[in-house]
């Protein structure tokens, strides 16, 4: 037996770490609500202590997503060829990027503009600056 975490389990981790740090929640504050410490939501979000079905069901409903958010993308960034978990026909992000500090300022910022035009306006804007927005 190993001590290293499954790589499912440190992807799942590592998506609840991006939606807690995108919601603005502390780890205490979700421990309390988990009625855990911090130190076990910090685990969970490192991958070394699995999360159960009924935890992982109990952190859907406290950070408003479906159960299947702390899988998606988990086949590619994981490589382990997993079936029905993933969308084969979109490119996922990696989870560092979603995990990542200025992904989750952008999105919160994002979501700060009240106006949906504005919001519309501004993903248009970033379209143009990509490298295919010139037909690269």
């Known amino acids: 037996m190993t ?40 685990k969970y979000e490192r991958g070394s202590n699995r999360i159960s079905a009924s935890r992982l069901f109990e952190l859907s409903k406290i950070l408003n997503v479906p159960i299947t958010y702390f899988f998606e993308g988990a086949e590619a960034a994981t490589g382990l060829g997993l079936t029905g978990l993933a969308d084969g026909g979109q490119d996922p992000f990696e989870a560092e990027q979603l995990s990542s500090r200025e992904t989750q300022d952008l999105l919160r910022f994002y979501y700060r503009i009240a106006d949906p035009k504005v919001r519309k306006k501004m993903i248009d804007f970033l379209k143009s600056l990509g490298p295919d927005a010139n037909g690269d």
């Open 3 to 42: 001590d290293t975490p499954h790589p499912i389990d440190t992807y799942v981790g590592s998506r609840l770490r991006a939606r807690r740090r995108l919601l603005g929640i502390t780890q205490e504050k979700l421990g309390d609500a988990l009625d855990l410490t911090f130190q076990q939501v910090q």
